[in-house]
Structure formats: structure tokens, C-alpha cells
């Protein structure tokens, strides 16, 4: 039973591109939940979803974040426009349906924006 | 509310040695509590977890930790320390039975030196 999966591992982008990245969950797991890392201190919380629905996305920015995680497919954490500020790991964790507390992490996304 | 306090961001201890990480929280509601732990560019790994059953929670690698709610811990032991266990260590609080419960809340982390 694969982990969930997170990639890019590394991505690099310029100020004012895109950043996708995307998270897998575990198998049977329907919860996917986003943090990120900035250097030097621990996670945070960003977006919490179930499939086809958002249900807290009280530590998303309020601009240039989006989230998704569709019927198919994995999940997508969206950066537009870039700045530097947004340099960090991000991370994805998933649950089950049930024992939903226990939140199991991916390794990361480490993104840099130049 | 919920909020984790981590009192050491810095432990060194000797291989062999006992190691202790302390985390203080605070929860307005029954909190579930874990311990998770961070390879140097790696994810997170959970160690252990505590959700209102034994307050004496043993996880992997030898990892324990004891839930005291009167003085709101839950403090982190090994016995004897591994050089494999070099690495970040991150207390983690959520509120079960709130709208909350699926963010975690984490501490800032203590980075564990082990030296031979």
C-alpha cells in the first residue's frame, strides 16, 4: 500500500509563474489536508478537503491559493503569480473516512521561487 | 482555541542516553495529541498518538508519551537515545468534536542532536 504520494519533490519558479502541485492520498482515504512549512518554523495548517468539496480553507491566503481535489485524480494545491515569500516545503497529508483524526503525511514539495 | 508550546527548540543528547522533548497545550475542548517526527528533508513520520484511551502512549522506535492533563503535557521519552534519531520533533494538538478537528496544530519543533 503506497504512501501518499506528492509530487514535484522540487520545483523552481520564477516570480509571477504557476505552481501546481499535486498529492495522491493513500488508498481509501477520501480526506486530503495542505501545510506548509516556511523556513524555520512548523507546519501550517492550509486547506482541509474530502473529494469534490472544500471544507476548511481557514488558513489558505485570501489571493493567488486555490485547492482542489476532484472526483478522479489527485489533489491540487495552485499558486498564481508566485512571489518569494511563497518559498517553502508543502505538505499533504491524508485520512480515512473513519479514524479520521490520524492525518498521514506525504514527503513534501519543496518549492523556490527566484 | 488550541495552541501547542514545544519548551525546547534545541535538545543534544548522548548516544545511550535518555531523551526527554517537552510539549505543553492548550485546548478548549478534549484534545487528541500526537507526536511526529521529521527526517531532514523527508516528510513527517507519526510516532504516536493520544485520543482519550491509556494516557501512557507507546509508539514506534522505542517512543513513548504520557498524557497529564492537570498539568496539560505530553511530553515525549526514549530511553536511550539512537543515532538514528537525529532529527525535528514536532508536538501536535487538534480539538476533537470541534470544527477544527481536522487542523492540526503544530508546535515549532526541537531539533535533536545525538552525539556519540
Known amino acids: 500500500n503506497a504512501g501518499v504520494m506528492q509530487n514535484p519533490r522540487h520545483l523552481v519558479r520564477r516570480r509571477g509563474q504557476e505552481a501546481r502541485l499535486r498529492c495522491s492520498p493513500m488508498?481509501?482515504?477520501?480526506?486530503v489536508y495542505w501545510y506548509r512549512q516556511l523556513p524555520e518554523e512548523g507546519l501550517k495548517f492550509m486547506v482541509y478537503l474530502q473529494k469534490e468539496n472544500i471544507i476548511d480553507e481557514s488558513g489558505m491566503p485570501k489571493e493567488r491559493f486555490s485547492a482542489e481535489f476532484p472526483k478522479e485524480g489527485p489533489s491540487i494545491l495552485r499558486i498564481q503569480q508566485v512571489v518569494r515569500g511563497d518559498s517553502a516545503a508543502y505538505f499533504c497529508?491524508?485520512?480515512?473516512?473513519?479514524?479520521?483524526?490520524?492525518?498521514?503525511f506525504g514527503p513534501g514539495t519543496r518549492l523556490l521561487v527566484l | 482555541a488550541q495552541s501547542v508550546t514545544q519548551l525546547d527548540s534545541h535538545v543534544s543528547v548522548s548516544e545511550g542516553t535518555p531523551v526527554l522533548l517537552r510539549c505543553n497545550y492548550s485546548s478548549s475542548y478534549s484534545p487528541s495529541l500526537f507526536w511526529y517526527v521529521q527526517h531532514p528533508n523527508k516528510g513527517l513520520q507519526l510516532l504516536l498518538k493520544y485520543t482519550s484511551a491509556a494516557t501512557l502512549v507507546k509508539g514506534i522506535n522505542g517512543f513513548e508519551a504520557e498524557f497529564k492533563k492537570s498539568e496539560t503535557s505530553f511530553h515525549l521519552t526514549k530511553p536511550s537515545a539512537h543515532m538514528s534519531d537525529a532529527a525535528e520533533y514536532f508536538c501536535v494538538v487538534s480539538d476533537r468534536g470541534t470544527d477544527s478537528w481536522g487542523k492540526l496544530q503544530f508546535g515549532a519543533g526541537t531539533q535533536v542532536v545525538v552525539t556519540p
Open positions: 488508498k481509501g482515504h477520501s480526506h
Open positions: 497529508a491524508s485520512s480515512p473516512p473513519r479514524g479520521m483524526e490520524t492525518q498521514y
